[in-house]
C-alpha cells in the first residue's frame, strides 16, 4: 500500500505503521524504513479539479515528516529536558542501524528537510557531536558511526554545523578514532565536503543566479594533512576504499590545488610497487590468453604478479582511477570559474585587451602547457608561479574558446601529456585488465577493471583505444562483479562519448541475459537511465528489455514493467517500437515461447490508447502477414490483432481491407479463432452504430468465405472445427480475452 497510486491508501498505510511501531508489532521497523522513500513523492493532481488528488499528494510528504516527528523527535512530557534531548539523540541514531545505501539516501533528503524546517534542536546536535567526540570509554562502533552519519544529514541543511566545530571533526574522524575505525573516516570525509558546497544562496538566487562562491582552502589546512593519512593507511581493511574515496572527494571538493596533492598521493602508494612498475616496462604487449581464468581460482601467475603485494596494487590502481575522474569534474569547475569571470569582468576585459593575452591563447592551441595544463596531474605535483594571471588571460577569450581548452586538456593532456601522472601509471591498468587470469586476486581484478572504466571516461582516444578490451572483459570475466561494472561503465562512457558506442549498443544489451540476476538488474537500470533520458536512440532493441517481463527473478521483471510504464510517457515511444519488438520476440533462435509471447504483448498493447494508432497498429500487422510464411510467426500476430479494442468504424475497416494479406493463413485453426473473436468481441460492444453492425456482418461473411476457400472445406464443416473445443488459441491459455474490454 505504500506504493499504491491513491495517496489516500498510502496516508492510512503510514499511519498503520506508526500504530503498530508504537505497540512494537514484530515487522513494523520494516514498514517505518520503507516509507522514508515517500519523500521523494513529487506533488501531483490538479487542485482545481475538485478531487482533492493533488492535496492527498502534497500531504504524502507532509505526513511522512509528521510520522517521524511523532515517533523519534517529539518530546515526552515524563522526561526532562536533558532526558528528552538523550532520547530523540539515540533514536535518530537508530535509524542509521543496518540501513542500506537507499534507505540512507531516503533519510538524509528526511532529516535534511526537517533541519531546513527548523524540527531538529541545537540541544540535538550538540549531543550527537557529543556521541561523535566520546573518548572517555570505548563506545560501540554503531553508535559514533550513527552520529556522523546524522551529523552530515544535518550539515547538508545548515553547514555551520561543520564550521562551528572543525577541529572535533579532524580529531575524531581525521585521528586516531577514525583510522581505528575506517567507516568513521569516511563519513566523516563526506560531512567535511560539506565545506565545499552550500544551500545558501545569494540574494538573487530566487532568481536563478548562482550560488554563493565557496573559497577553497589553502594546502597548508590541516584537514588535507587528515585526509593525506587516511588515504596512506597501511591496515588491510575493506573499507579502505570507500574511505579512500571519500577522502579524494573531500580533497578535490575543498583544496586549492587538489592535483598536487593528488600526485603526492599516486606517488606515495605507486613507490610500493616500483617493482612491478619496472617489471610492466617490458611486459605491457602481453596479450591476454587467460582472461576467461576465474579471477577467484589459482592460475599461472606471470612474473610480475610475483613481485608485488596484490593489496598495494589494488590500491594504487584504484586511487588512480577515482583521481581520474575527480580530474574531469575539476576541468569542469575550471572552465565554469573561468567563464563566470569573464561574465563578470566583461566591461573591463574589453578595456585591457592585450596582445599578451591572445598570445596565450595561441600558445595553448599551439600545444604548448598553460598553467591549468601544467597543474592538470603534473608528475613533479608544482603549480605554475603566475597561475592566476594566466586564468585571467584564459578568461579573457570567449566562451567557446575556454570550452575549447579544458576539452583539449582533457583529450590531450591528462592521459598523454609527457608530465602527467595518469599517463605514466595508465598503462599499468591496462596490462593488469588484459592479463585478470594471471593476476590471481579477485579485488585486483576487480579495481583495476573499475579504474580502466574510469580512464575511459576521460579522452575518447584512449577510450576508443581500449574499448575492445573492456567489451572483451564484459563478455569474458567470470566475475559477476565485474561483468557489472563494465556495464555501468559503458553507460558512462555512452554519455560522455556517445559516437563512439553507437555502433556498439548491442553490447549495451546483452548483459540482460547474464546468468547473473545482480548484472542482469545493474543493466536494466543503466539501459533505463540512458533510454528515458535520451542518451540512447533506440533501434531495434526494446525486444531484449520487453523479455525481461518474463524473467524468473520478480524483481528484474517489475524493474522491466517500470521502464515499459515511463517509457509510455515519452511522445508514441512504445507504439513506435512494437514492430521491432514483435519481431524480437516472435522471430528467430532467441524468440520466446508463445505463452510469454502472449503475456508480454498483452502488457505493452496496454499503452496504445488512441484510436489512430490502432488503425496504423492494424494496417503494419496486416502487411506483415504477406512476408510471414512460418504458422508460428502467424498466430502471434494474429494474437496481437486480438489485443486491439477495435472501438471504431475505421479500424474494422481496416482490419477487413487488410484481408487479402492474411486470407491464405486462416487455414490454420488458431489463425481463423482468433480473427473470429475480434470480429465477436467487436459486436458485443455496446452502443454500436447500424453502418458498424453492418460491417461486422460482412467481415464475418468474408472470412469465413476466406477461411472456407483456405482450407478447401465448405462453410459447414469449417464452422464444426471452429466450434470444436479442442481447437484453442495457444496464447496465454489462462487468459481469456475480456469481451467488456473496450
Keep these: 500500500l505504500l506504493g499504491s497510486t491513491n495517496k489516500g491508501e498510502v496516508m492510512e498505510a503510514m499511519d498503520f505503521f506508526v500504530t503498530a511501531v508504537r505497540f512494537r508489532v514484530d515487522g513494523a521497523q520494516e514498514g517505518i524504513r520503507r516509507m522514508s522513500h515517500l519523500i521523494w513523492t513529487p506533488p501531483t493532481g490538479n487542485s482545481s479539479a475538485g478531487d482533492g488528488s493533488a492535496e492527498e499528494a502534497r500531504g504524502v510528504r507532509t505526513k511522512l515528516l509528521d510520522s517521524y516527528m511523532q515517533l523519534y523527535l517529539t518530546p515526552s512530557e515524563h522526561f526532562s529536558a536533558a532526558e528528552n534531548t538523550s532520547r530523540i539523540t539515540r533514536n535518530l541514531i537508530s535509524l542509521t542501524f543496518g540501513a542500506t545505501l537507499a534507505e540512507l539516501t531516503s533519510l538524509e533528503e528526511l532529516i535534511r528537510t526537517l533541519m531546513a524546517e527548523g524540527k531538529i534542536s541545537t540541544a540535538v546536535i550538540d549531543k550527537l557531536r557529543s556521541v561523535y567526540g566520546y573518548s572517555k570509554r570505548r563506545l560501540p562502533p554503531a553508535q559514533r558511526r550513527g552520529a556522523i552519519i546524522i551529523l552530515g544529514m544535518l550539515a547538508q541543511a545548515r553547514r555551520s554545523i561543520v564550521t562551528d566545530d572543525i577541529d572535533l571533526y579532524l580529531r575524531i574522524g581525521l585521528g586516531s578514532y577514525g583510522h581505528e575505525d575506517l567507516v568513521v573516516a569516511k563519513y566523516t570525509c563526506m560531512v567535511l565536503q560539506c565545506l565545499g558546497s552550500s544551500r545558501t544562496r545569494r540574494p538573487g538566487a530566487a532568481l536563478g543566479l548562482e550560488e554563493e562562491e565557496i573559497k577553497r582552502l589553502p594546502m597548508s589546512n590541516p584537514i588535507f594533512d587528515?585526509?593525506?593519512?587516511?588515504?596512506?593507511?597501511?591496515?588491510?581493511?575493506?573499507?579502505?576504499?570507500?574511505?579512500?574515496?571519500?577522502?579524494?572527494?573531500?580533497?578535490?571538493?575543498?583544496?586549492?590545488?587538489?592535483?598536487?596533492?593528488?600526485?603526492?598521493?599516486?606517488?606515495?602508494?605507486?613507490?610500493?610497487?616500483?617493482?612491478?612498475?619496472?617489471?610492466?616496462?617490458?611486459?605491457?604487449?602481453?596479450?591476454?590468453?587467460?582472461?576467461?581464468?576465474?579471477?577467484?581460482?589459482?592460475?599461472?601467475?606471470?612474473?610480475?604478479?610475483?613481485?608485488?603485494?596484490?593489496?598495494?596494487?589494488?590500491?594504487?590502481?584504484?586511487?588512480?582511477?577515482?583521481?581520474?575522474?575527480?580530474?574531469?569534474?575539476?576541468?569542469?569547475?575550471?572552465?565554469?570559474?573561468?567563464?563566470?569571470?569573464?561574465?563578470?569582468?566583461?566591461?573591463?576585459?574589453?578595456?585591457?585587451?592585450?596582445?599578451?593575452?591572445?598570445?596565450?591563447?595561441?600558445?595553448?592551441?599551439?600545444?604548448?602547457?598553460?598553467?591549468?595544463?601544467?597543474?592538470?596531474?603534473?608528475?613533479?605535483?608544482?603549480?605554475?608561479?603566475?597561475?592566476?594571471?594566466?586564468?585571467?588571460?584564459?578568461?579573457?577569450?570567449?566562451?567557446?574558446?575556454?570550452?575549447?581548452?579544458?576539452?583539449?586538456?582533457?583529450?590531450?593532456?591528462?592521459?598523454?601529456?609527457?608530465?602527467?601522472?595518469?599517463?605514466?601509471?595508465?598503462?599499468?591498468?591496462?596490462?593488469?585488465?588484459?592479463n585478470l587470469g594471471k593476476f590471481n586476486d579477485r579485488l585486483l581484478t576487480v579495481h583495476a577493471t573499475a579504474a580502466l572504466a574510469k580512464l575511459m571516461c576521460v579522452s575518447s582516444a584512449f577510450c576508443e583505444e581500449h574499448l575492445p578490451l573492456l567489451l572483451a572483459l564484459l563478455q569474458r570475466a567470470k566475475s559477476p562483479t565485474i561483468r557489472a561494472n563494465v556495464s555501468i561503465a559503458l553507460g558512462d562512457i555512452t554519455v560522455c562519448f556517445n559516437n563512439l558506442i553507437g555502433e556498439n549498443v548491442h553490447y549495451l544489451y546483452g548483459p540482460l541475459h547474464d546468468s547473473d540476476t545482480r548484472v542482469k538488474k545493474t543493466t536494466l537500470m543503466v539501459l533505463t537511465h540512458l533510454i528515458l533520458n535520451g542518451m540512447v536512440k533506440v533501434k531495434g532493441q526494446l525486444g531484449e528489455i520487453a523479455k525481461c517481463?518474463?524473467?524468473?527473478?520478480?524483481?528484474?521483471?517489475?524493474?522491466?514493467?517500470?521502464?515499459?510504464?515511463?517509457?509510455?510517457?515519452?511522445?508514441?515511444?512504445?507504439?513506435?517500437?512494437?514492430?521491432?519488438?514483435?519481431?524480437?520476440?516472435?522471430?528467430?533462435?532467441?524468440?520466446?515461447?508463445?505463452?510469454?509471447?502472449?503475456?508480454?504483448?498483452?502488457?505493452?498493447?496496454?499503452?496504445?490508447?488512441?484510436?489512430?494508432?490502432?488503425?496504423?497498429?492494424?494496417?503494419?500487422?496486416?502487411?506483415?502477414?504477406?512476408?510471414?510464411?512460418?504458422?508460428?510467426?502467424?498466430?502471434?500476430?494474429?494474437?496481437?490483432?486480438?489485443?486491439?479494442?477495435?472501438?471504431?468504424?475505421?479500424?474494422?475497416?481496416?482490419?477487413?481491407?487488410?484481408?487479402?494479406?492474411?486470407?491464405?493463413?486462416?487455414?490454420?485453426?488458431?489463425?481463423?479463432?482468433?480473427?473470429?473473436?475480434?470480429?465477436?468481441?467487436?459486436?458485443?460492444?455496446?452502443?454500436?452504430?447500424?453502418?458498424?453492425?453492418?460491417?461486422?456482418?460482412?467481415?464475418?461473411?468474408?472470412?469465413?468465405?476466406?477461411?472456407?476457400?483456405?482450407?478447401?472445406?465448405?462453410?459447414?464443416?469449417?464452422?464444426?472445427?471452429?466450434?470444436?473445443?479442442?481447437?484453442?488459441?495457444?496464447?496465454d491459455s489462462d487468459d481469456e480475452i475480456d469481451e467488456d474490454d473496450d
Excluded at 717 to 729: F, M, R, W, Y
Aim: proline share 4%; charged share 35%; with cysteine.
Design 549 to 731: 517481463l518474463e524473467d524468473k527473478d520478480q524483481r528484474v521483471a517489475d524493474m522491466a514493467r517500470l521502464f515499459f510504464s515511463e517509457l509510455s510517457t515519452k511522445d508514441n515511444a512504445v507504439y513506435n517500437n512494437l514492430p521491432d519488438i514483435i519481431s524480437s520476440l516472435s522471430m528467430g533462435a532467441a524468440a520466446v515461447n508463445e505463452e510469454s509471447f502472449g503475456r508480454i504483448m498483452k502488457f505493452l498493447f496496454d499503452f496504445i490508447k488512441k484510436d489512430r494508432q490502432t488503425d496504423n497498429v492494424v494496417e503494419k500487422l496486416c502487411q506483415r502477414f504477406r512476408n510471414s510464411t512460418d504458422p508460428r510467426q502467424c498466430r502471434d500476430i494474429a494474437y496481437c490483432m486480438t489485443l486491439l479494442p477495435f472501438k471504431s468504424e475505421r479500424s474494422m475497416r481496416r482490419l477487413m481491407d487488410g484481408l487479402p494479406s492474411y486470407q491464405d493463413k486462416l487455414a490454420d485453426d488458431t489463425v481463423y479463432k482468433l480473427f473470429a473473436d475480434i470480429a465477436a468481441k467487436s459486436r458485443s460492444q455496446s452502443a454500436q452504430k447500424q453502418e458498424t453492425k453492418a460491417l461486422l456482418d460482412e467481415y464475418e461473411s468474408k472470412l469465413k468465405e476466406a477461411r472456407a476457400k483456405a482450407t478447401g472445406e465448405d462453410e459447414e464443416v469449417s464452422e464444426e472445427k471452429l466450434n470444436d473445443p479442442t481447437i484453442q488459441a495457444s496464447h
Design 226 to 434: 587528515g585526509l593525506q593519512r587516511i588515504l596512506e593507511e597501511p591496515r588491510r581493511d575493506p573499507e579502505w576504499f570507500p574511505a579512500a574515496e571519500q577522502a579524494l572527494n573531500a580533497i578535490y571538493a575543498l583544496a586549492e590545488k587538489p592535483d598536487a596533492l593528488a600526485v603526492r598521493i599516486v606517488r606515495a602508494q605507486a613507490q610500493l610497487v616500483q617493482d612491478l612498475l619496472k617489471t610492466s616496462k617490458g611486459d605491457t604487449a602481453v596479450e591476454d590468453t587467460s582472461m576467461d581464468v576465474d579471477d577467484e581460482e589459482a592460475s599461472q601467475s606471470s612474473p610480475a604478479a610475483k613481485l608485488v603485494d596484490p593489496w598495494d596494487l589494488s590500491r594504487l590502481v584504484f586511487i588512480i582511477g577515482h583521481v581520474a575522474i575527480k580530474e574531469i569534474v575539476l576541468l569542469e569547475s575550471v572552465e565554469a570559474e573561468l567563464k563566470r569571470r569573464k561574465t563578470e569582468e566583461e566591461p573591463k576585459r574589453k578595456k585591457r585587451a592585450s596582445p599578451s593575452a591572445k598570445n596565450s591563447l595561441n600558445r595553448t592551441k599551439g600545444g604548448r602547457k598553460n598553467a591549468a595544463q601544467q597543474d592538470a596531474m603534473d608528475v613533479d605535483g608544482a603549480s605554475a608561479s603566475d597561475e592566476d594571471d594566466e586564468l585571467n588571460q584564459i578568461a579573457g577569450t570567449t566562451e567557446d574558446e575556454i570550452g575549447d581548452i579544458i576539452s583539449s586538456i582533457r583529450e590531450r593532456e591528462l592521459l598523454f601529456g609527457n608530465r602527467s601522472v595518469l599517463a605514466l601509471f595508465g598503462p599499468l591498468v591496462v596490462h593488469v585488465c588484459r
